[in-house]
């Protein structure tokens, strides 16, 4: 008993233009198609009317690397680390938790941290945003972790004012950073300041005393 076969030439499947029949082997019916990216293939007919061949087989290429690159993707960012702000958070991640990274012992040596939701990338790009053009992450008790509400984004200026080495002085109800008060007209350089302080001195005396001239 010969198959029937329906005629299928000229009809298209996705991508797929069927050109002329190709024969029959057993009860399978075959087709001669071109794809839209120019490749010939013969295909079953069955095939072509369940839908489950839709090109030449490009189709499937193209989707799993459009799957790839999401994958390496998150929020237009880089998993590479192409990316600035993922630098920044990959920096931030080795140096509290990589002994072998050169500022571990500044920051994961003494105890400081990532929270655990900062662990991955997407979360940390959520919470925090991009970071301006001078502008690096920075703790706002610098004795905390790298968690939301202790982190911005600040310039190093900014930063410079509120490192842990940076003391608080207050003159006539005002209170700035020693660096801040050094900038302040007639103040001294902070490492006269700071050495004034050690030996004593009280704030005001500390940072606008005049400097003694040698004789």
């Given amino acids: 008993m010969k198959t029937r076969v329906i005629d299928m030439t000229g009809s298209r499947a996705g991508r797929v233009t069927v050109l002329a029949f190709a024969g029959t082997k057993g009860k399978n019916a075959y087709w001669s198609c071109v794809c839209d990216c120019g490749t010939r293939f013969v295909t079953q007919g069955r095939h072509l009317?369940?839908?489950?061949?839709?090109?030449?087989?490009c189709f499937g290429k193209e989707q799993r690397a459009l799957a790839t690159s999401k994958a390496k993707t998150k929020h237009g960012k880089t998993a590479g680390g192409n990316s600035r702000v993922y630098r920044i958070w990959s920096n931030m991640v080795s140096r509290c938790t990589n002994p072998n990274f050169d500022a571990y012992p500044y920051y994961g040596g003494r105890g400081i941290s990532v929270c655990d939701r900062?662990?991955?990338?997407?979360?940390?790009?959520?919470?925090?945003?991009?970071?301006?053009?001078?502008?690096?992450?920075?703790?706002?008790?610098?004795?905390?972790?790298?968690?939301?509400?202790?982190?911005?984004?600040?310039?190093?200026?900014?930063?410079?004012?509120?490192?842990?080495?940076?003391?608080?002085?207050?003159?006539?109800?005002t209170r700035m950073t020693v660096a801040e008060w050094s900038r302040q007209p007639g103040a001294c350089a902070a490492k006269t300041i700071y050495e004034r302080l050690e030996r004593g001195w009280d704030s005001r005396r500390a940072v606008f005393a005049p400097l003694r001239r040698a004789a």
Avoid: H
């Fill in 118 to 173: 900062w662990r991955l990338f997407e979360n940390f790009l959520q919470d925090m945003g991009e970071p301006g053009p001078d502008e690096s992450i920075d703790r706002i008790d610098p004795s905390g972790d790298y968690e939301p509400g202790n982190c911005r984004w600040s310039s190093k200026i900014e930063q410079a004012n509120n490192t842990r080495k940076n003391k608080v002085l207050e003159i006539d109800g």
């Fill in 49 to 57: 009317r369940s839908g489950s061949t839709k090109s030449c087989g």
